[in-house]
């Protein structure tokens, strides 16, 4: 296995690489993802700062849990405060701690939803590549 000095990875560790493809294409996927990956480090300052509201899932590309949290936290809190003692503030509580839960959850996803960002680049400008072919 060679390892490409200039950009410190294997070809053959390459996840799932077309066999259509040219190590020079393979090149410019990597130094396009190299430029485009999302950093651990940022996501986590987002996380610390605005993660309740779900802002580091809009940088890691998860729009529809970034909302998730959002909305969570907005309707639990009306409920909270509409319901009080009722059922209706209990539920809210119950949604809540569910969004909580959600917040401090996404501190053990943060890296793995940055290297699947990659992996969704990396697939994209695949599929890019061997369409113009």
Request: proline share 4%.
């Amino acid at each position: 296995m060679a390892c490409d000095s200039t950009w410190g990875w294997a070809l053959a560790d390459l996840p799932d690489r077309p066999a259509q493809l040219s190590v020079a294409q393979l090149h410019l996927i990597e130094s396009r993802i190299a430029n485009e990956r999302r950093s651990v480090g940022l996501a986590y300052v987002l996380w610390f700062f605005l993660g309740l509201w779900g802002i580091h899932n809009f940088y890691l590309g998860k729009p529809g849990m970034a909302v998730f949290q959002i909305a969570g936290g907005v309707f639990g809190i009306v409920l909270m405060a509409a319901g009080g003692g009722t059922p209706v503030g209990v539920i809210g509580v119950v949604v809540v701690i569910c969004w909580v839960l959600s917040f401090l959850v996404d501190l053990f996803l943060i890296p793995g939803r940055a290297n699947a960002y990659s992996d969704r680049l990396r697939r994209k400008y695949e599929a890019e590549l061997l369409f113009r072919s």
